[in-house]
């Protein structure tokens, strides 16, 4: 029986993850350590996967980059994966992550899943909207498939296809954010899925393939 796989891989580190100010929530760029990152992972791949998806933002196709330079001929989909933007225009756009800060606070302290903070942003139910949609799609896949996405929503991905309960409130969100801060993410890990039976079994992020060196630890809220 052949095997359905799907590798999620958080993108290299940004400018934005290194504290730098940034235009918006789709700016960011990889920096030096995010492209050494990106070599790195490239390198570790024996064979060419089947497909690799990258999110719409630039930093998740730089991150695929290597991986398709040394693969061209691999089919290449964009899919809505992108990072969960919790902030406005107005609290996000041209600010570093300090700056952000205290936004995010009061953002996470609300833990309402229904609360909009303006233009650019989403609710996180419409986040868990677009995760459910990743899901039924990964559902459809052979073979091995590479997704190069973000921090935030991997981690809320693994929270969705793990709950039981359905109810999304404001102790549901809690539990998220507990869950979101006791697993770690690194950029460029890769977190692996395998579907037997139809029931996906993931690993824990794995970063074996990148350096000491490239492993970075940094906040992947907003």
């Known amino acids: ?22 235009a918006n929530a789709a700016a960011p760029v990889l920096t030096e350590l995010g492209w050494r ?16 998806v990258t999110s719409p933002f630039i930093r998740t196709k ?6 398709l330079e040394r693969f061209p001929q691999v089919l ?12 406005s225009h107005v609290h996000r756009n041209h600010t570093s992550a300090e700056e952000r800060w205290p936004h995010l606070e009061q953002y996470w302290a609300r833990c309402d899943p229904d609360y909009w903070d303006g233009e650019g942003a989403e609710t996180f139910r419409h986040l868990l909207g677009r995760i459910d949609a990743a899901l039924g799609r990964m559902n459809r896949l052979t073979g091995l498939t590479v997704v190069f996405g973000h921090g935030l929503f991997m981690r809320a991905m693994l929270w969705q296809m793990l709950r039981t309960e359905r109810d999304l409130d404001e102790p549901a969100m809690r539990r998220y954010l507990h869950f979101h801060r006791s697993l770690w993410i690194p950029n460029c ?12 079994y993931t690993a824990p992020p794995d970063v074996h393939h990148l350096d000491a060196q490239e492993v970075q630890k940094v906040s992947d809220l907003g």
């Open 1 to 22: 029986m052949s095997l359905t796989e799907v590798w999620w891989i958080r993108h290299g580190e940004s400018d934005s993850n290194a504290g730098q100010r940034t």
């Open 37 to 52: 990152q990106a070599r790195s992972l490239a390198r570790a791949f024996g064979q060419a996967p089947d497909r690799v």
């Open 62 to 67: 730089q991150t695929a980059q290597p991986l």
């Open 76 to 87: 290449q989909e964009e899919w809505p994966v992108q990072e969960f933007t919790e902030l």
């Open 189 to 200: 890990a890769i977190v692996r899925m395998i579907c037997r039976n139809g029931r996906w």
